[in-house]
């Protein structure tokens, strides 16, 4: 007697669940993107700009900049940044088997952190100031090598024998983040105290900077990060079962592994460098949508970029229209509303975590 | 044919297996026994392609070292001891992992199937994680017995790697584990398993390959390997074996083979 | 009580000039946002503050400026938020960024005007001037700069009279005090700058900029005086935390307890208030 649903689907299947999920996130994602573009500080009405569009008069040039030049890169990194934040956190998540992984917590931001930071020290534009900087690529491609550098050297310090200690993980990120913070903390100290409260800003996590030109330096690595992932589900819901049964499974395990480092450091490097620290995304969206249709990679990765896609628009939204004509730095709205879920995860976890 | 000819094993600076030579036929079911420590995982482990090894293994002719994993998957499936679960997967999503082959011929989803023949029809929806160790070796044998279903594929045997399969199991389940092994050797496929019942060994194995020390002291039928001296050499300890008709009050394992 | 002269005059200018007549303003700006304190400050002494719209997180003086929108910190302005007020131009100390916002900004068609910075009598002076120009009320410019001027060069005589054969204090500004880390204001701080105008001397003149100092760093300055700016919060030091550390305990300051706080704004905002904040500093010093 095997349980079947009336429509031939077997119990215990989440994938009809996990489809339809999708769907909704995306029409969220939808709603997200427009209040993005509709929602500012200035009473420029979507709507209204749309209806003038349509009936062939003129857009004033007002008007046209603040759609066109301020919330529409706005929308389209804060998109990205989400997208690339929640997917980079269950990719490294999967890698590490362990869902309490994430880039902040575990010193793969602050990795990125260093290598913004060292492109605008080094890049020899001190002068024009830490903004004057995310014109070149230079600033996500430094910050990728950073996160790359981290995540690395983060494995193999986490890992033996195939299997990844949560402790040493989280403290190893901590030693990481030490020292990674060190570095930065040398760098900092060249720079003189105006870039020292621009960095204390960036540090906070910010879409305000969005700009097409940064958007177009950092959009490369976080779409290249974002449509390489789904390649990595099987593997990754194979690695669930340990490396030596992926590697029975038919998985090449070194090339997944290899492969899951550098999506989540081109990812968490671009999204870094552009916006700054944002954290918790790459936690929460991930954890929420385990629970509601399970673990399994193929839907997750897809419905964790559409999340926090969404979470992240939403977040901007809130924090540029919640002090106007001034701005609270997303990094703090994010924070104010992860930093109770991650505890909330650890207390439901703690009778099962192995610290 | 399975076939290992001098085989050495070194980890770190121990020699764990050392200059085995190791035979496995489809359509058999192959037994390696031998006390804790004699290098019984490490040949496992060898010979599905784990470890790095000395020596020649060869898999129905072609050296394994030269198979990738991905055409390496298709040919054996590999149960471990114990596989622990990162993630909170259903039992019907955990046995899923093991259809790895899509396209025509597969489209069939074996999960219903795998579940049914491993006695769990009405887990497929419980959590993993929060079933026993023993319900959870079964889920492990049926996600390892879809990635296999088949067990000759056109004229080619595939096999099944088994570590240590009724550890965890009651007597019952014991006997139904190693029932669904001896089916998959009776229809022409491979099995290879690790045992520490010798009784059990004795009642559904067609070859038994000791080991002692990382090294092989023999490998023969259960009727010829099972012997006195033989065993309480390689165990250490005094050992006597008694044929059926049974001489004594003792619980012996009642299956097919036997009666 | 040439302090008390020195404060009337700046009173006065700042009661008397609303109420001359407005000339004729057509073509000037008309929405101004304003960024950084000193040019609100000087925006405000030139009686012209009906044109402002918003201003950003530094500008606190006078406190009816707390009235206006604040849009931000002065290097992390939201373009839309600026554009949200309508503004005609945007009256900006040095830095003003990200240089994207700004850039949106000039596109939008707003006049973007950065006043220069400078730490000295100069500077001052310049500042007014620039942003009457810019306001199109240079007349109104050259009498405050001229009054700010005259205030200037009393705070210059006191200092003279009042240190004439001893020789001068050495200041330490400290910054911030967090952890027992002392952030510390070198050359080319505004902090250096008031400090010379009121005739003492920068203990620690051997770096631009702020910078933490070491203990041996403290000691080897010799300060006789601590300056810091008045300040509440997490930010404030008590006389008592001050002392208790040990690099300061043991310099010329820290024996005499001497420790001076003021107006962070009016102190280092090199501003209409300049002269006032150099006079008070001036006698603070001369132990007055």
């Known amino acids: 007697m095997v349980a079947i649903h009336p429509e031939g689907h077997l119990v215990g299947d989440r994938r009809g669940l996990a489809r339809r999920t999708s769907w909704v996130l995306a029409a969220l994602l939808l709603v997200a993107a427009y209040a993005s573009l509709a929602v500012g500080a200035s009473g420029v009405s979507l709507p209204a700009a749309l209806a003038d569009l349509l009936a062939g008069s003129e857009i004033d040039a007002r008007t046209r900049i603040i759609l066109l030049d301020i919330r529409l890169p706005r929308l389209l990194t804060g998109m990205m940044v989400g997208a690339s934040l929640a997917v980079a956190g269950a990719v490294l998540q999967g890698l590490f088997r362990n869902p309490l992984a994430d880039p902040g917590l575990v010193g793969v931001s602050a990795g990125a952190g260093l290598g913004a930071i060292s492109a605008i020290v080094l890049g020899g534009l001190l002068p024009a100031g830490l903004a004057g900087l995310f014109g070149p690529a230079l600033v996500p491609v430094l910050a990728f090598a950073g996160s790359w550098l981290s995540v690395s050297l983060l494995y193999v310090i986490a890992t033996r024998g195939g299997h990844t200690s949560v402790a040493t993980m989280l403290l190893g990120g901590i030693a990481l983040a030490a020292m990674t913070a060190a570095f930065s903390g040398l760098l900092i100290y060249m720079a003189d105290d105006q870039q020292l409260r621009d960095l204390t800003f960036w540090s906070l996590g910010s879409l305000a900077g969005a700009s097409w030109s940064k958007t177009l330096a950092a959009a490369p690595l976080m779409l290249a990060a974002l449509l390489a992932a789904p390649a990595l589900s099987r593997g990754l819901n194979a690695l669930a079962l340990g490396e030596a049964a992926a590697h029975h499974l038919g998985i090449p395990v070194q090339r997944l592994k290899t492969g899951a480092i550098v999506v989540v450091a081109a990812a968490v490097g671009a999204a870094t460098a552009i916006s700054g620290g944002i954290g918790f995304v790459g936690i929460v969206v991930p954890h929420l949508l385990r629970l509601a249709t399970g673990p399994d990679h193929r839907a997750l990765l897809v419905n964790s970029g559409l999340l926090g896609a969404s979470l992240l628009l939403l977040a901007d939204v809130v924090s540029r229209s919640i002090v106007a004509p001034s701005e609270l730095p997303i990094g703090i709205v994010t924070a104010v509303i992860g930093g109770p879920f991650f505890l909330w995860i650890l207390l439901r976890r703690r009778g099962s975590l192995e610290i | ?259 | 009580m040439r302090l008390a002269t020195c404060r009337r005059l700046t009173l006065a200018a700042l009661l008397v000039l609303p109420l001359l007549p407005a000339p004729s303003r057509a073509e000037e700006p008309q929405r101004i946002v304003s960024i950084g304190g000193s040019v609100t400050e000087i925006v405000y002494a030139l009686g012209e503050e009906d044109r402002l719209v918003a201003r950003d997180t530094t500008s606190t003086y006078p406190t009816e400026v707390a009235a206006l929108p604040d849009i931000g910190y002065i290097r992390q302005l939201s373009p839309e938020g600026v554009l949200s007020v309508n503004p005609t131009l945007v009256l900006t100390e040095e830095g003003a960024g990200p240089p994207e916002a700004v850039e949106l900004l000039k596109e939008a068609s707003i006049e973007f005007v950065e006043i220069p910075e400078g730490y000295d009598r100069a500077a001052v002076l310049t500042k007014i001037r620039r942003v009457s120009e810019v306001l199109g009320v240079p007349e109104k410019g050259e009498q405050l700069a001229s009054d700010v001027a005259a205030a200037l060069d009393d705070a210059g005589r006191i200092v003279g009279e009042e240190t004439s054969g001893t020789p001068p204090r050495r200041v330490l500004f400290v910054l911030s005090m967090q952890g027992g880390r002392v952030m510390a204001g070198g050359a080319n701080t505004a902090a250096d700058g008031i400090i010379r105008l009121s005739g003492g001397v920068n203990a620690v003149a051997g770096f631009d900029g702020y910078k933490p100092l070491s203990d041996e760093a403290i000691i080897e300055a010799a300060p006789d005086v601590i300056l810091m700016m008045a300040r509440g919060g997490d930010l404030a030091v008590s006389d008592e935390a001050l002392f208790s550390h040990p690099a300061i305990a043991s310099t010329p300051a820290g024996e005499t307890r001497a420790v001076l706080r003021m107006d962070g704004m009016k102190l280092l905002g090199f501003g209409p208030r300049t002269a006032e904040a150099a006079t008070e500093l001036a006698h603070a010093l001369a132990g007055g």
């Open chain 2, 1 to 259: 044919m399975l076939d290992a000819t001098d085989v050495t094993v070194t980890l770190g600076r121990r020699r764990v297996l050392d200059g085995v030579n190791f035979q496995a036929a489809p359509g058999e079911l192959t037994a390696i026994v031998g006390p804790n420590g004699s290098g019984k995982t490490t040949l496992l482990r060898a010979v599905t392609g784990d470890l790095g090894y000395r020596g020649r293994i060869t898999l129905a002719g072609e050296e394994l070292s030269g198979i990738p994993a991905w055409r390496l998957a298709p040919r054996r499936a590999v149960l471990a001891q114990f596989t622990p679960l990162a993630f909170p997967f259903t039992v019907a999503e955990v046995v899923r992992l093991g259809q790895i082959r899509k396209g025509p011929g597969s489209a069939a989803d074996l999960t219903p199937r795998a579940l049914a023949r491993v006695g769990l029809c009405g887990y497929a929806s419980r959590p993993y994680q929060e079933l026993s160790g023993g319900e959870q070796q079964r889920v492990q044998l049926a996600r390892v017995l879809c990635q296999v279903w088949e067990p000759v594929e056109g004229s080619e045997a595939r096999w099944l790697f088994l570590d240590e399969p009724v550890s965890s199991l009651d007597i019952a389940h014991q006997l139904q584990v190693m029932q669904i092994a001896r089916d998959f050797a009776d229809v022409g496929g491979g099995v290879v398993a690790i045992m520490h019942d010798l009784n059990l060994t004795a009642m559904f194995a067609d070859s038994v390959a000791l080991l002692a020390e990382g090294r092989l002291l023999e490998q023969a039928s259960p009727e010829v390997l099972l012997r006195d001296d033989l065993l309480s050499r390689a165990y250490g300890c005094s050992l006597r074996v008694s044929t059926p008709p049974p001489s004594g009050p003792y619980v012996l394992p009642h299956a097919a083979r036997l009666g």
